[in-house]
């Protein structure tokens, strides 16, 4: 069975991109159900499928987070990967059905997981909003404060990757990606003509969809006077391609096959080891490997003169 995607809410369970998407597991009410309950639901998720990676956003309860975190450490297992990305619910949403679509892949438990750290990378998350004065994930200036009390303003906001905001007008815009994307947008309580109409044209999208706004927004945006949006790459062929084409290691720790500098399954991130120490400067000693992703795709951070074991 392939390595199951688990979400929070029903709501993060978007319909799938293609035929090859696979269903999502819905976590739902995880904190308010019997623990007994949420025990059994993980351990014949895991026994069923070998693996499985919770997509979480870190808008959740806290109650949310720890009732995961006691139920994978109570099962004594490294099969469960708890994983919150920086990025808001829609982009969450976005980015647990691109895993999906490449659990229906060849790649490995591991691989699969440090893939959402990768595919991170490449989604552009957003919102128009009706108001900054709450807004606590992206910079706002005092001048921005003070227009959000003027009423009609409006804010075209991007999150992730590189945050960005500007008082809606005639010149209002924002940077988008400088690669092909799709639109997904999801209305809350304010009309998303700007979204559609002027953002989506300047960020030359392929296709627009939208989907239902998710209850997680209006707290992560500080308002309920918002419509949500987040470009992405919606080709499975493009997904795979990007990932498989990043080197890939071997955990230290825990022995599953990787990609980037930290394992999402146990959290273990390659050894740092003093070449003074018994290390040949940049030689490679027995077992000893650079950190997955050296020298290759910039969207996994800069090149580091770490070493991995791989034995």
Do not use: N
Request: some cysteine; overall charge neutral; glycine content about 10%.
């Amino acid at each position: 069975m392939p390595t199951a995607i688990a979400v929070t809410s029903a709501d993060m369970a978007l319909p799938p991109q293609d035929e090859r998407t696979l269903p999502a597991a819905v976590l739902q009410d995880v904190d308010r159900r019997p623990l007994e309950q949420v025990l059994a639901e993980l351990q014949t998720l895991v026994d069923q499928h070998g693996h499985l990676i919770v997509v979480c956003s870190r808008a959740v309860p806290a109650s949310v987070e720890r009732r995961l975190h006691t139920v994978r450490a109570l099962l004594e297992t490294d099969r469960i990967a708890l994983f919150r990305p920086p990025l808001p619910p829609l982009g969450i949403a976005v980015l647990a059905r691109q895993l999906r679509q490449l659990a229906s892949c060849d790649l490995s438990p591991g691989v699969l997981a440090s893939a959402g750290r990768l595919l991170t990378h490449y989604i552009h998350a957003g919102a128009l909003l009706g108001s900054v004065t709450r807004l606590d994930h992206v910079p706002v200036d005092l001048k921005a404060h003070a227009r959000s009390w003027v009423p009609g303003s409006q804010f075209g906001v991007v999150a992730h990757p590189v945050p960005q905001l500007v008082r809606i007008g005639p010149e209002a815009a924002l940077a988008g990606p400088e690669f092909g994307t799709w639109l997904l947008v999801a209305k809350g309580q304010l009309a998303p003509d700007w979204v559609t109409g002027t953002l989506a044209p300047s960020w030359h999208v392929q296709g627009l969809r939208e989907t239902a706004l998710p209850a997680e927004s209006p707290h992560w945006w500080g308002t309920g006077r918002l419509t949500e949006f987040c470009a992405y790459l919606p080709d499975l062929s493009v997904l795979y391609q990007l990932v498989t084409s990043v080197r890939r290691s071997v955990c230290h720790w825990c022995g599953i096959d990787v990609i980037g500098d930290r394992c999402v399954f146990c959290s273990a991130t390659p050894p740092v080891h003093d070449d003074d120490g018994g290390g040949t400067g940049h030689g490679h000693g027995p077992g000893r490997d650079r950190a997955p992703g050296h020298g290759r795709d910039p969207a996994l951070g800069r090149p580091r003169e770490r070493r991995a074991l791989t034995g």
